[in-house]
């Protein structure tokens, strides 16, 4: 199975190298990693204590940020390395000060496994959630190095539990200690001979309440809700923009923040021809009463998480494609009402939530709009929505203690 596994790696690269050609996503993929070694090489000197922190792409680095906080604070000495699988990730995250080394991680073949270990000779290992490499986990075990899984997840249809999934559960044995999400997936590792497991949580829960101890303050978000009830639809794509522009057009006394996924020029025109009402853009606020507005669409990124700060309900994008619902857990941690797409049931973050009511999940434009309406002109209903998510964030707390309890141990 290795051997196969090896195989259809070589085999992968250059079928992705085609496809970079006609995607640009993919061209950053490949193009990112042609510096790798060299940057590792320039960078870590082989007398530097090294730690490795691996993420597929943004939200699991996010899940995996508190851990890394507290590992610089214990290992103040030793250079933090961080690689990521995603352009996604590594694009928006290549200059955080929370690392020593951000670089992409180079494709799983046994000499890049070996290549990246010698460079980075790190001490210390941790994977995030679900991204697991059997050449780097076997180089890790090979050289004996401590490696912790955090904020795992684990579900039956995976490859670990099926009868050809031997060599993958091979590749598990480098972790010391996984520490997962939910007791399912302690469950199912133990099914197949996995005891160094503990059933942590999920790490997000803890960053997105370190948000509400931050300065959120935007002035000129303040300026634009002129103290009016403000939903935020927030990382929208298209379909949903489609189901949530008539009631914009409709509602009265209240304040729109349309944050979109994509903030290129011909998305964000399109967006605006679907409003009626009065609009402005980040990019044009300057020297404008954005009192005077009722839709603000920020076409810019990275300031979201404060806009929500401002918000009294949300709508998160991603639930009625297939690219995957985005971050529930910021609006909820600020005691926002949710309301998202149908297409959540991969998110056990959401599930909980839909269930305890403090998110809505709707299916189509009526329930949109039903959802939406309920939110935006009926206090007690919106604010009891609210007090259910804030709640969920805080009961959930606590994985980043148990995780680092763990290790210092």
């Not at 090896?6 to 993919?26: D, E, G, Q, R, Y």
């Not at 992409?104 to 994977?127: G, S």
């Not at 199912?188 to 059933?199: A, S």
Request: a neutral charge.
């Amino acid at each position: 199975m290795h051997f196969l596994y090896n195989i259809l790696t070589h085999l992968a690269i250059p079928i992705v190298k085609i496809a970079a050609l006609f995607s640009p996503k993919m061209k950053l993929f490949i193009e990112g990693r042609k510096t790798v070694f060299d940057t590792l090489a320039s960078k870590i000197k082989p007398d530097d204590k090294t730690i490795w922190f691996h993420a597929a792409s943004l939200g699991e680095y996010e899940q995996g940020l508190p851990v890394m906080e507290k590992i610089k604070a214990k290992y103040p000495t030793h250079k933090i390395i961080v690689t990521f699988f995603s352009p996604s990730g590594y694009e928006v995250r290549k200059n955080t000060k929370a690392a020593d080394v951000v670089i992409y991680l180079p494709l799983d073949t046994k000499a890049n496994a070996q290549k990246f270990m010698e460079l980075a000779h790190p001490e210390l290992v941790f994977f995030i959630k679900y991204e697991f490499w059997p050449n780097y986990l076997n180089e890790i075990k090979k050289r004996n190095i401590e490696a912790y899984l955090i904020s795992g997840l684990f579900r039956e249809k995976q490859v670990f539990f099926k009868w050809y999934g031997g060599f993958y559960r091979e590749a598990l044995k480098a972790f010391n200690h996984m520490f997962v999400q939910y007791e399912s997936s302690k469950k199912l590792l133990h099914n197949i001979g996995f005891t160094n497991v503990t059933v942590s949580g999920d790490t997000r829960y803890d960053r997105v309440s370190e948000i509400l101890d931050r300065d959120n303050s935007l002035p000129f978000i303040e300026e634009f809700i002129d103290s009016k009830t403000t939903l935020v639809f927030g990382s929208s794509w298209p379909k949903g923009e489609a189901m949530f522009a008539d009631f914009i057009n409709s509602s009265k006394n209240t304040k729109c923040i349309i944050a979109p996924h994509t903030i290129g020029d011909d998305h964000i025109s399109e967006i605006q021809k679907s409003i009626t009402k009065k609009t402005v853009l980040f990019t044009e606020m300057e020297g404008k009463n954005l009192a005077d507005y009722d839709v603000f669409i920020i076409n810019t990124i990275g300031i979201l998480g404060k806009i929500y700060s401002y918000a009294d309900a949300a709508y998160v994008g991603g639930g009625f494609g297939t690219a995957g619902l985005h971050n529930i857990l910021e609006p909820a941690a600020f005691g926002l009402p949710i309301v998202i797409g149908p297409n959540h049931q991969k998110f056990p973050e959401a599930v909980a939530l839909v269930q305890m009511g403090g998110c809505i999940a709707v299916k189509d434009k009526d329930e949109m709009e039903e959802a939406l309406s309920l939110l935006a002109y009926d206090d007690t209903y919106r604010l009891e929505k609210g007090h259910i998510a804030s709640t969920f964030v805080n009961m959930n707390r606590g994985a980043i203690n148990t995780i680092m309890k763990k290790i210092e141990q």
